[in-house]
């Protein structure tokens, strides 16, 4: 398909839709650069779910509302693919193909020597360099019926779609752009949302595994009006709060599990986790940092955003994940 994964231009509105919710940031162009203006929408309950658009009309409704009251018509757009519908497989092919043949190469080898959990994938590729005669690749991965609903969807909204990426990218340059790296660091960057928690492990600036956890509370969930600049509406949970602490806890062990097994089935105990970075707009946020601090032995840290023109004030965490899919161009 002609949208590649990451592919993108400049001066565009920063689009992020999920299961409950569809926010947006634009950036004032500046070095760094810095959040202008935001807004968020939150969706009812089954309008898109694990990603997938499952009522396409209410969708496109409601985005025409979101359109006016944020006044982006017919503007260009980047979004971000849902984290439940990508995958990263490392990927060893031929030293001997060039780097513009590697994506014919790629489908080429589709269902033979290249396996994926879905047919037909638009993707994109990371390299990794050349060992033993072999070229290692990284191959970053979404069903192309999913990502293609999505260009439609803006596309029937008069917005004009030039670019897709994926959550941990879009954190992760935001983390780089604010000069929070460490050298020889492997970081856990962990998007806490209400419908998903998604986690990836980096090494060296690049992303070598991703897993998801579904979120299973949302219908204790309500919508309340919000209380801060941009957040005209809020969630406020209202069932057994017991309920809510088990569930973080179970996330809590789910992510130890995968620092387990990155350290000793993916790395054979020569790597760990030395770093947790936390992004996301779970309303415990701040009761998640608190968890997580006293729960690992590593630091455990969040981003911290300043609204341009704004003295001090902080763009809410929940909208760090447009930020960061709007500095895909700034260099």
């Not at 990603?51 to 979004?79: H, M, P, S, Y």
């Not at 983390?175 to 998903?196: G, K, R, T």
């Not at 991703?210 to 509370?217: E, K, Q």
């Not at 030395?274 to 006293?294: A, S």
Request: charged residues 25%.
């Amino acid at each position: 398909m002609a949208l590649s994964l990451f592919s993108g231009r400049s001066k565009v509105v920063n689009l992020v839709l999920n299961d409950h919710s569809i926010r947006y940031v634009e950036l004032k162009q500046k070095n760094p650069a810095m959040p202008h203006q935001y807004g968020q929408r939150y969706l009812p309950p089954g309008i898109i779910s694990d990603g997938k658009i499952q009522d396409f009309d209410t969708l496109v409704n409601i985005l025409d509302e979101c359109i006016d009251d944020w006044k982006i018509a017919k503007r260009e757009i980047r979004f971000t693919v849902p984290d439940s519908l990508v995958i990263i497989r490392k990927v060893s092919i031929p030293a001997d193909v060039k780097e513009d043949e590697i994506h014919g190469y790629l489908y080429l080898e589709l269902g033979t020597s290249i396996h994926l959990p879905f047919e037909d994938p638009v993707f994109d590729i990371i390299t990794l360099g050349v060992e033993d005669q072999k070229q290692e690749i990284l191959v970053f991965a979404a069903p192309e019926k999913y990502v293609t609903e999505y260009a439609d969807l803006f596309k029937s909204t008069k917005l004009k779609p030039i670019a897709a990426d994926i959550s941990p990218l879009a954190i992760y340059r935001l983390y780089h752009q604010n000069d929070m790296a460490w050298e020889n660091e492997v970081l856990l960057s962990i998007q806490f949302d209400l419908d998903v928690v998604s986690m990836c492990v980096f090494e060296e600036h690049i992303p070598v595994f991703m897993r998801h956890i579904p979120g299973d509370l949302k219908e204790n969930w309500k919508v309340k009006r919000g209380r801060e600049r941009g957040t005209e509406q809020e969630l406020v949970y209202e069932g057994e709060f017991s309920e809510l602490t088990f569930q973080l806890e179970d996330i809590y062990r789910d992510i130890a599990k995968l620092m387990d097994f990155y350290r000793y089935s993916l790395t054979h105990g020569k790597n760990e986790v030395t770093r947790i970075l936390v992004n996301g707009d779970h309303p415990m946020f701040d009761r998640v940092i608190m968890d997580m601090k006293e729960r690992f032995e590593i630091p455990v840290d969040t981003l911290k955003v300043i609204m341009h023109g704004s003295g001090q004030e902080l763009l809410p965490n929940s909208f760090h994940l447009a930020l960061g899919l709007g500095l895909k161009e700034v260099q």
